[in-house]
């Protein structure tokens, strides 16, 4: 298993190269410039701004420079937070991203898993076709249309909730970004659940599991749920990979101050390092998240050998 | 002799979106202690189903009606937990495909143990070591060993014997073998029979083999009853249905068995396989006569108005058939 993590992180390393350069020269082709104003600067200091910032290399060379950086865990610093490096700003926002993001999936997943176990249990009855076709809503409206409802629905008719902020991390101000993030996932794993329970209930296994004579408590614990659930493991490598992505919209939608909202910042203000950095370590998120879920679905099934 | 089983006008139904299938109709039979009875019929007669009901296994859109004791105990509509008391313990199930009948995700001991802890009350150690024991038994090399491994880890052969042991474990009084070799290769399959022969020998278990292989029957089985479209047809002692079967569907079951031409001295190796022509009737709607008359070669005028009853012979033997009568 050491060998088979190895390899992975390996194979990650021309994955991460191939990101870097294309984001790279992606940004670089967006129209503009990091210190483009309303009024120009006056053509002495620009070109003093840009040489401080390096920005005045021909461009492959800068590319060289910065790819020099990265491999020594060097973001260099931001254009537009002159004070801070990229990495004391990723750092920054790392803390509300991820209890947003981890939240979100851990309750994706309980709720998912339940609803789904729920009505697979009670296949056809009033309970799973309601779960059912909640579910197919919340796979079909995407985030950033669910948070705009939310909002408007919780914060603004009812009152209930703020419309946006962080609060210092406030519970009341983490309920609405958390659920626009965690609904769509928790819908499309209460779905995936109960499909493949249900199907998993039919296995000739788990005839052979009554025909012991076992209690329906552990027919369905012991030997229903694990093979259940294999699909359910699977698909955490997407989730996570689309609740990263999520974040940056909800992020931004909720004014949180988290890395998502860094990167659209970054990005409108053409602040190359910053974008690059969160893009960097997003993708080493989803890399490193896609490895863990694989182990964990080798320790389920014991057919997956890694050697 | 006092039935271990006795099943009483047995109806199986079925509902679907295309209408109800009538799987088992009027079905009755039964099992003497440590006797070994087999089930034949072609591919959809309702063998499984029959047994399937027994045990409490049908699937949810289907309904059983009539009458299935248990050494006198009614089973059709037993509460959950009292079934669950007879079902695994004193009576045990070995189904067709030893490659999906086991749980894939569970070592063979947890798979084992879980069963004599939950019904012997023993504690891990004790269900574990009789575990090995039963696994030894039924000839798996180096059980200690194994008994941790997972089912893939598992030749085909070997997970029918691991089936085996696993039904055996509680000394059950009926033994229902649902086609226990039929996904087997040819060699493996003789092991396997060789074994449940072996083990009869020295259990004295009731054990109802059902299977579309006559051959199996006649090296196996005391006794036969031989289905078609869901009612038995004929039935009678291995004997009297190898010697002198007297329904056209055994007679044509019989006539498939493949057989070597020649008798050795180096005869040709000519299997002669002759199948029945047609196909069995569609089962959703109610067959007023015969079932089997489209396809029989003496079929006549009121086979096709008067459905057959199952008429007495001799010894136990009996046929539903018009042109068979008692002699
Ligand atoms: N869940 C179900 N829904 C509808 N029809 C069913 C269902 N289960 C079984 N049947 C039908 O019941 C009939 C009897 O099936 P059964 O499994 O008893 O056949 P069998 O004699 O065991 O055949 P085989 O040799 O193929 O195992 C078949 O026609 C089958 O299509
Ligand atoms: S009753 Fe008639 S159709 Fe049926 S088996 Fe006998 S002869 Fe054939
Ligand atoms: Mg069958």
Redesign the interface.
Known sequence: MFSYTFRRLLVAIPTMFVIVTVAFFMIRMAPGGPFDLERALPPEIEKNVLRAYNLDQPLWKQYVDYVGGVVQGDFGPSYKYRDFTVAELIGSGFPASFQLGFTAIVIALVFGVGFGSFAALR?NSGLDHAVMAVSMTGIAIPNFVMAPLLTLVFGVYLSLLPVAGWGDGALINKILPITALALPQLAYIARLTRGSMVETLN???V??????????R?VIV??TL??AMLPVVSYLGPATAQILTGSVVIETIFDIPGIGRYFVQGALNRDYTLVLGVMITLATLIIVLNLIVDLVYGL????VRYD | MTAVLDIDDLNIRFSTPEGTVNAVNGLSLSVSAGESVGIVGESGSGKSQVFLST???LA?NGRAKGSTRFHGEELLGLK??R???????RM??I?Q?PM???????RISRQMT??LM??KGLSRAEARSRSIRMLERVGIPEAAKRVDM?P?EFSGGMRQRV?IA?ALLCEPDLIIADEPTTALDVTIQAQILDLLSELRGDTNSAVVLITHDLGVVAGLCDRVVVMYAGRVVETGLVRDIFYSPRHPYTVGLLESIPRLEGDGEGGAEHPRLKAIDGQPPNLQSEIAGCAFAPRCPRVEERCQQERPDLIGLDNGHACACHKVGPT
Do not use: C, W
Not at chain 2, 100 to 106: D, F, G, M, R
């Open positions: 296949q296995a000739n296994f005839r052979t599991a009554r025909a012991k004579g076992l209690r329906e552990i012991r030997h694990k093979g389920l099934d014991p057919k | 045990m409490g296994l949810k959950a937990d079934l669950n008391a007879i079902r695994g313990v045990a199930m189904f495909d999906t009948s086991l749980n894939p995700y569970l879980e069963v939950e019904h997972y893939h089936m696993m």
